[in-house]
């Protein structure tokens, strides 16, 4: 057995220099590891330097609150703007204030320095993670701070993270975001997707104003900047309003060219967009339909559309007429699924339709293929049914202007839209807060929602040439 015995070496630890005046050239001098030179002249200061060449300030004091040492950073050498000298002065300055109020000011001034040096991409993170967080509705339920998040999360993503994403917070100014206006309004702005803008797009940058004026706004309440530079940006020229209603002859070509088997899309979207045509609901409120929701009362069905998937943020009772019934069985009887609409999505087989899936198969699809050699296109329903191009906001713009061609008042027909009626029959203006916190006659308003919707169906049933069957069940 050998007689040797090896005794570990310990561990190589920092280089670490005694009390010296410390010098701006000693700050430049280049080192083999880390090394920590501590000041005679200013007792506490010193200076930590790295192999790489990063000379840092700081101070050690002791925290009269608690007893123990702390260390606060000052910031890091330059021979131009922050030099020893300064160093020196702004040690000064916090021991003259006392030490309790060094440990407050170390602190403030830390965390002003790491707002301050956030980026643009940064703080956006930080905004969605802010917009999602949950917090308590009114219902009791817990639901993202924002419910429609995920849009100006969208918008935030697209428009500012690939443009200004790499600028500091601080450092963005109104000029930058005219810019970005100007190009998108030109179609010259191209997004991480490789997507350009399209020209002379009004909505687009009002997109992007909105999204930049809660940010910049949401920025200033959380300190990153003084002042917002999402103001006076301009006057925007005037959005001229869709007026796209749909012709009897459009109607039943429509109808009926859902029914063909040829067609790329669905089975489900199309009958959601059958649907939407016979209740006037919008597209994220029956998308989202679960069979729990249907109920039968006095032997008339309804379709109960929870507040958190409604624009208003209240619950809607939408009566159910034999048309609409007829569609929800078909929808039903394809599959066993809670969701009614409920297409497949990340593997889920049960969820419910993609919020624009009723857009997407109306004006059609462009995606890129696996490899990303080419795009593929995918024509949508207008284009091969041989119709004018229109949005499913637009059937409920048809099934609304047809209901009042028939002769069904506008105080019912702003019912079914979900819409407050803000006069009484005779024309007569109503007070608010009379109708949001007095008046809750909700029988009434599901009859009138009713009457409406009936006589929509008996003039769609003219049109398309199809009898439904009365007293029509839902499915099991």
Not at 123 to 129: H, K, L, N, Q, T
Request: aromatic content about 6%; glycine content about 8%.
């Amino acid at each position: 057995m050998s007689d040797i015995t090896t005794i570990p070496t310990p561990p190589c630890k920092r280089a670490r220099k005694g009390s010296v005046i410390l010098t701006d050239r000693m700050c430049v001098k280049r080192v083999e590891v880390r090394t920590k030179i501590y000041d005679r002249k200013c007792p506490g200061l010193y200076v930590s330097i790295t192999t790489a060449g990063v000379a840092t300030f700081s101070f050690k004091f002791t925290d009269r609150e608690t007893g123990k040492q702390r260390t606060g950073w000052l910031g890091v050498h330059n021979p131009e703007t922050f030099t020893v000298e300064h160093a020196r002065a702004k040690v000064y300055g916090l021991k003259g204030r006392g030490g309790t109020a060094v440990a407050e000011t170390l602190r403030r001034q830390k965390a002003q320095a790491q707002r301050q040096g956030k980026t643009v991409a940064e703080a956006v993170e930080d905004r969605i993670a802010w917009m999602k967080a949950p917090v308590r509705k009114a219902d009791g339920e817990r639901r993202p701070r924002l419910e429609a998040w995920e849009g100006t999360a969208r918008h935030l993503q697209r428009f500012f993270v690939p443009t200004l994403g790499k600028m500091a917070i601080t450092d963005v100014r109104r000029a930058d975001l005219a810019e970005l206006q100007r190009d998108i309004f030109d179609g010259k702005y191209i997004d991480d997707k490789g997507n350009r803008t399209k020209q002379g797009s009004v909505s687009t940058v009002r997109h992007m104003r909105k999204a930049a004026s809660s940010f910049f706004g949401w920025c200033v309440e959380q300190g990153l900047i003084e002042n917002s530079p999402a103001t006076h940006l301009g006057a925007l020229d005037a959005e001229h309003g869709r007026n796209r209603v749909l012709t009897e002859d459009e109607i039943k070509t429509f109808w009926h060219g859902l029914d063909r088997e040829d067609l790329p899309w669905g089975r489900r979207t199309r009958l959601a967009l059958k649907f939407e045509l016979v209740t006037m609901l919008r597209s994220r409120e029956l998308l989202g339909a679960q069979r729990e929701e249907l109920v039968k009362v006095d032997g008339q069905d309804y379709l109960n559309v929870p507040l958190k998937r409604v624009k208003k943020r209240r619950p809607i009772v939408q009566p159910l007429t034999p048309l609409a019934l007829s569609i929800l069985n078909e929808a039903m009887r394809s599959s066993n699924h809670e969701h009614i609409f409920a297409t497949s999505k990340d593997g889920n087989v049960d969820a419910p339709a993609y919020r624009k899936a009723m857009a997407e198969a109306l004006r059609g699809r462009t995606a890129r293929r696996a490899d990303g050699s080419q795009h593929v296109r995918t024509p949508g329903l207008c284009a091969l049914l041989g119709l004018k191009p229109f949005t499913p906001h637009d059937l409920r713009r048809t099934a609304a202007s047809w209901s009042r061609n028939l002769g069904q008042p506008l105080s019912k027909i702003a019912l079914c839209l979900d819409h407050r009626v803000g006069k009484d029959d005779n024309g007569v203006k109503l007070s608010g807060v009379t109708l949001k916190h007095y008046v809750h006659a909700h029988d009434i308003e599901l009859r009138e929602k009713l009457e409406v919707l009936t006589a929509l169906e008996s003039w769609l049933l003219k049109v398309i040439g199809k009898q439904t069957e009365t007293g029509l069940r839902l499915a099991a």
